[in-house]
């Protein structure tokens, strides 16, 4: 079935460094995907929205210059953490849809340090 | 603003009874609707959908009701077991090729 995989599972980084994490459609293609942010117990939050071929759109209050989104392929988009905080310290996942369902990553866990 | 609501944050149900988690919304427009099961630091599964010309889906122990006129949507899970124990989300999207809107989740135990 339709898979989509993150790399890292999870990155431990220091403060202001720059952190890549990279979403890809393993047996299909996908021009839309999604990002998502996960806080400790709360709802999966869309960050923004990457399109292949076209800038990503982003969600009110999601920094751009800081979450920067390349959909640099038909299966592959990333998302980079610009300057990390430890704040920015979160639960990162994607998703892609395909025949009318969302297939999710598994997630990336980031902690800044 | 949210507009998926799961009001209930937990709960605990004994091994073999029924599970039922709740989710409310306020987009009218909302057309195809999910349930996710998440564990701790894992991306969400996939476990049922729904869209709106339908009021019921059912795969196995899992069924979803849909009552677009309340706009409310439900998971009933029988019997439950003590592997269903995770956090379950719903989910919506004005179409399924779109971004989704999350409720924060049910906690929910099953207690052998």
């Known amino acids: 079935g339709a898979v989509v995989s993150q790399h890292p599972s999870w990155v431990i980084c220091k403060s202001g460094t720059s952190v890549k994490i990279e979403c890809r459609s393993l047996?299909?293609?996908?021009?839309?995907m999604f990002w998502y942010r996960q806080f400790p117990k709360q709802s999966l939050m869309l960050m923004a929205t990457?399109?292949?071929?076209?800038?990503?759109?982003?969600e009110q209050g999601v920094e751009k210059d800081k979450f920067l989104i390349n959909h640099a392929s038909l299966t592959l988009s990333t998302l980079t953490v610009t300057s990390a905080h430890p704040e920015d310290s979160s639960f990162y996942i994607c998703?892609?849809?395909?025949?009318?369902?969302?297939?999710f990553g598994p997630g990336t866990r980031l902690t800044v340090t | 603003d949210q507009q998926v609501k799961q009001n209930s944050p937990s709960l605990s149900v004994q091994e073999g009874r029924i599970s039922i988690l709740n989710c409310d919304y306020t987009?009218?427009?909302?057309?195809?609707f999910l349930w996710y099961k998440k564990y701790p630091a894992e991306g969400p599964t996939f476990l049922i959908s729904?869209?709106?010309?339908?009021d019921k889906n059912e795969d196995g122990r899992f069924t979803v009701f849909l009552n677009k006129s309340a706009k409310h949507l439900s998971l009933h899970i029988v019997p439950s077991q003590p592997g269903d124990s995770a956090v379950y989300f719903c989910?919506?999207?004005?179409?399924?090729?779109?971004?989704?809107?999350f409720g924060t989740g049910t906690s929910l135990t099953v207690i052998p």
């Open positions: 047996d299909f293609q996908a021009t839309t």
């Open positions: 987009n009218s427009m909302f057309d195809y």
């Open positions: 989910a919506a999207s004005e179409n399924p090729g779109n971004q989704f809107y």
């Open positions: 729904i869209s709106s010309i339908k």
């Open positions: 990457s399109n292949e071929g076209s800038k990503a759109t982003y």
């Open positions: 998703s892609a849809p395909r025949n009318y369902e969302q297939y």
